[in-house]
Structures are given as structure tokens and as C-alpha cells.
């Protein structure tokens, strides 16, 4: 839960940064209705609002909007077009969209599996702070998915993403641990 408020805040962050573009402020309006910000949460709405958002080329309404895609929130369940806007979100730099576009490499959602293509995403969001990404990465290094095997690389990683309380990094040390 931690590493979802982390994530929360993180978007905050970026969208208090933005200029208010009309792309930005929909992004936020479709955020309060999806995550009940002094709202009931809304999917329909703020799938509405992401996707005008995402339209308009605005990185955290296309990460949200694939969000809805994936998971069927305001919209049926769509994996290419979760893939779609997720990637268009990546390629503008959003963290949060750089590990999801490299989960969708990693298991095939909406586009063919390839480790290889899955690790260098991970590598991108990791690089820049994300712990989910920076678990991803480990595992990668681990399990030697989309490159070889190293143990001191995936401890790393980690405890990159355990020393943010990504509970699942947490988990892999001890399993690491335990496993020496």
C-alpha cells in the first residue's frame, strides 16, 4: 500500500509541475474521479476525462488511460490498446508507464513477448526511481530474463525498490538470503 501512495504522490508531484495545458487539468480531473480525490469515484468519467486528456498528448492521461484499458475500468478490457498508451506514455518519459510497457514485453499484453525489450523498459523507470520497475529489474537480473544472471545485480535492484517499502523487494532479499 506504501508503494502505491509513493506512486500517488509521485503523479501529484508531476502534475503540480505541469502547466495547466487543458490536457494537464483533464489528466487531473480524470485522476480525481478515478482515485476519489473530494469525488465518488467515477471510472466512467474518468475514463472520459483520460481520454481526452490522452488525445491532446498528455503523458499521465495516456498512462491512465492505458490503466483503464488494462483493467476494464470506464471501458471493456482492451490489452492492445493498453499497450498503445501505455508505450505513447513512455516514449514521453513517464516512469510509471516505462515499467508498464515493459510488463506488457514481459507477458505478451497486447504486443509480442520479448525479455529483451522488457528489460531495457524496466532499466528506463528503474534508472529513475520506480520501485516497481526497480523489482521488475531485479527479477530480470535474477532470473537472467532479457539478460544474464547476476545475483549481485538483481540484490541491487532489490533493495533499491525494498528500501522505498516495495513489500515484494522485501520478500526477495529474505528469499535471496535464505537461499545462500
Known amino acids: 500500500m506504501k508503494s502505491f501512495i509513493t506512486n500517488i504522490l509521485f503523479f501529484l508531484f508531476v502534475i503540480s509541475a ?13 485522476m480525481n474521479y478515478y482515485m476519489g480525490n473530494g469525488k465518488s469515484i467515477d471510472y466512467n468519467k474518468a475514463f ?8 491532446q498528448g498528455d503523458m499521465v492521461g495516456q498512462y491512465f488511460l492505458g490503466l483503464c484499458y488494462y483493467n476494464g475500468q470506464g471501458t471493456a478490457k482492451n490489452q492492445s490498446l493498453a499497450f498503445e498508451w501505455f508505450k505513447k506514455s513512455a516514449d514521453q518519459g513517464c516512469p510509471q508507464a516505462e515499467c508498464e510497457t515493459g510488463y506488457c514485453y514481459y507477458m505478451g499484453i497486447g504486443v509480442e513477448s520479448d525479455m529483451h525489450i522488457a528489460f531495457k523498459w524496466y ?4 534508472q529513475k526511481g520506480y520501485s516497481k520497475a526497480q523489482y521488475f529489474l531485479g527479477d530480470c537480473y535474477f532470473n537472467g530474463e532479457g539478460v544474464n544472471c547476476d545475483d549481485e545485480r538483481a540484490k541491487y535492484w532489490y533493495k533499491k525498490a525494498a528500501d522505498q517499502g516495495y513489500e515484494a523487494a522485501k520478500d526477495a532479499l529474505i528469499r535471496m538470503k535464505e537461499s545462500e
Open 18 to 30: 505541469y502547466s495547466q495545458s487543458d490536457g494537464k487539468s483533464l489528466a487531473i480531473e480524470g
Open 48 to 55: 472520459s476525462y483520460f481520454l481526452s486528456s490522452a488525445k
Open 123 to 126: 532499466d528506463r523507470s528503474a
